[in-house]
Each structure stands twice: as structure tokens, then as C-alpha cells.
């Protein structure tokens, strides 16, 4: 339960559910989906696979699902079928390399040729009316005022159906997807199959100043608008960023000095610098106070906040982590990044 419950997680639906599953079952079935929509950000990568690599280590079978006939159905990359079976390779190979030890599929790898899983489809589609498949829509990145197609209706019926198929205990996304999963309960529920236990994982925050969100809005609604994306410039840090890159789009981050509600460099210092490296080491001149290691992040936090710490020295030494990070990253795609970027250009 601690490898299960701790960050980036920020929910399951329900703890008390995931408990008596873990005592129940000695090797539970997870899986995560990801739609081939992009360059992979250090979200994705960093932030989701430490959920995964905790999931693995807490004995859990890990599988990450590549959504290809998703990312189809949500015109992604133009709906071209072989442009999207190119980059799904990509995204392959980075969690073969992040995650060794998690299964990573095509979805078009089970779905070929199997008229129980587009039975389950339909079925599931009959009990989903159009208004309750709309407030999913935020899982596509899309909403009502947005211009729709058929395909993208299906979508999140076919995200229900997978989690039967994969046989996962666990359906495991960022809180952005919990409406999908919400709906998946309610037909798991009303088809009479099994139990399953949603787990979310937090987002991290688009690097830009965060927009301003209505009162009315739902807690996924938030999430979603406030996320890093890879399709906005300055928004995210593409996995494959080399130094330069890190430090000039950490470099136009928000972070006003003392604001530490929000602040996307915090949350990249708590989420992947401290998760992955125990510390943030800030080199800075004498004058300025001088050389300083925090341990922790509640350290780091309360340096901000108090002032000690400049919003300078907090992106160039959080950019410094990074690119230590994300090393192994860059030595095995590094001298393919052209190639790579012109999958998702």
C-alpha cells in the first residue's frame, strides 16, 4: 500500500477497494493507455513512470497500452495509420528503457481480428447515451463547443472495453481521465463483471502562467486545462530537450518569487527532481548567499516561500537536475532526435 499510495498518486477509487484487492490477490493487473498525439514530455515519462516502476516493485503486473486505433479515432497526428504505428515504436522503446520490467503493447495488437472485444464495444455502447459520453470528452482534450466526429464518441467506450480485455485490476491514468474511468464503473456495474480499482496520478503543470478557471469547473476540468501539454510551445519539456533546451524554457517559466501555490518549477523540483535524485543542489555566488543543498522538498518549499531562494537560482539549478535526469534518456535517442521529431512535426 505505501508503494501503491505514494506520490506522484493523488487518488484511488478506493483506497479501501485497493486494500482488500492487495490481500486478495497476490499479482494484481495494472495498465496505463497513452495516445500516440505527440512528443513525450517528462511527464509522461518521468512523472508516470515512477508510478508504474512503484507499481512493479509492489508486485502488480504492469502493462503500458500505446492507443493506436485511439489515436486514430481522436484524429491525431492527421489519422495517418502508419505515421502513428512509426511513433508508437518510439514510445515503445522509451518505456522498454524507463519501465524494463512493464509490458508495452499496441492496443491494434489485441484488437485485430477479435469479435469479442468489438461485441464488448457495442454492448458497452448500448448503455452510454451521448450525453454521458460527452462529459468524457475532456479525456480526448476536446469539449462540447469543440466540432466532433462519431469516432471520437467511441473512444471512450473502447477505453471501457480495454480494461476488461488487458484483465486490469488497476486502469491507471492521470486525474485528467478520471471521468472515463468513472464511466467504465458504472458499466462494469451494470453488465455485472468484475470489480476494478481506478488509481490517478497527478499532472504536472503547464509551465506557462495558469489560466484563469470558472467557479462552476470540476476538479478533472481543472486538472485538464491547467496540465502540461506537448502540443503547447513553452508549456512542457519534451523528453528527448537537451540542456540548452531545459534552461530556455525553464528560463520563461512562471514562478513569481514567493509563489509557491502553483508554481511549476516547484512542482517539476517535487514531482521528478526529488523523486529521482534526493536533492537540488543551487550554485550560486557568495553574495547571493552562496552554494546550498536541500535534502528535501519541504526544505526547498519553505526557502521560496520565505524568500531565500530566487526564482533564478531555483530554474537554473532545477534545469541543472533535469538534464542530469534525463541523461540516460539522451545518450539512447539523443543522436535520433531529428528522426524522431519528424514523427510528431
Not at 486514430?72 to 515503445?92: T, V
Not at 534525463?326 to 535517442?333: L, S, Y
Amino acid at each position: 500500500m505505501e508503494l501503491v499510495t505514494s506520490q506522484p498518486t493523488e487518488e484511488i477509487i478506493t483506497e479501501e477497494r485497493m486494500r482488500n484487492l492487495l490481500e486478495t490477490k497476490q499479482h494484481p493487473v495494472h495498465y496505463i493507455g497513452l495516445e500516440i498525439s505527440g512528443m513525450p514530455h517528462i511527464g509522461h515519462i518521468l512523472v508516470a513512470g515512477k508510478k508504474i516502476n512503484d507499481l512493479d516493485r509492489a508486485g502488480i503486473k504492469t502493462q503500458v497500452w500505446l492507443a493506436d486505433w485511439h489515436t486514430m479515432a481522436n484524429n491525431k497526428l492527421g489519422g495517418d495509420w502508419d505515421r502513428i504505428i512509426k511513433a508508437a515504436g518510439f514510445y515503445r522503446e522509451l518505456f522498454n528503457t524507463v519501465c524494463p520490467n512493464t509490458k508495452v503493447m499496441l492496443g491494434s495488437e489485441l484488437y485485430s481480428n477479435n469479435d469479442d472485444y468489438w461485441k464488448l464495444v457495442m454492448q458497452m455502447a448500448r448503455r452510454t447515451t451521448i450525453a454521458r459520453a460527452t462529459r468524457t470528452l475532456i479525456i480526448m482534450g476536446r469539449n462540447e463547443k469543440d466540432t466532433l466526429h462519431v469516432s471520437q464518441y467511441i473512444y471512450p467506450i473502447m477505453q471501457a472495453a480495454d480494461i476488461e480485455f488487458l484483465g486490469a485490476d488497476i486502469p491507471h491514468a492521470g486525474m485528467d481521465q478520471r471521468k472515463v474511468h468513472m464511466l467504465a464503473l458504472e458499466l462494469f456495474k451494470e453488465m455485472k463483471m468484475r470489480e476494478i480499482v481506478p488509481l490517478h496520478h497527478h499532472l504536472l503543470p503547464s509551465l506557462s502562467e495558469p489560466p484563469k478557471i470558472s467557479g462552476g469547473a470540476e476538479k478533472e476540468e481543472i486538472v485538464a486545462a491547467m496540465k502540461m501539454s506537448k502540443s503547447k510551445p513553452g508549456s512542457s519539456i519534451p523528453i528527448l530537450a537537451d540542456h540548452k533546451e531545459i534552461s530556455s524554457i525553464i528560463g520563461t517559466a512562471w514562478c513569481p518569487q514567493g509563489v509557491t501555490e502553483g508554481n511549476p518549477v516547484l512542482q517539476l523540483c517535487k514531482y521528478v527532481v526529488f523523486p529521482n535524485s534526493g536533492r537540488l543542489v543551487v550554485e550560486r555566488d557568495a553574495k547571493y548567499g552562496g552554494d546550498v543543498i536541500f535534502q528535501s522538498y519541504g526544505e526547498l518549499e519553505a526557502a521560496f516561500a520565505s524568500s531565500k531562494l530566487h526564482p533564478t537560482d531555483l530554474k537554473n539549478s532545477t534545469a541543472n537536475a533535469l538534464n542530469s535526469i534525463m541523461e540516460p534518456i539522451h545518450k539512447k535517442f539523443g543522436h535520433r532526435k531529428a528522426e524522431i521529431a519528424g514523427l510528431f512535426a
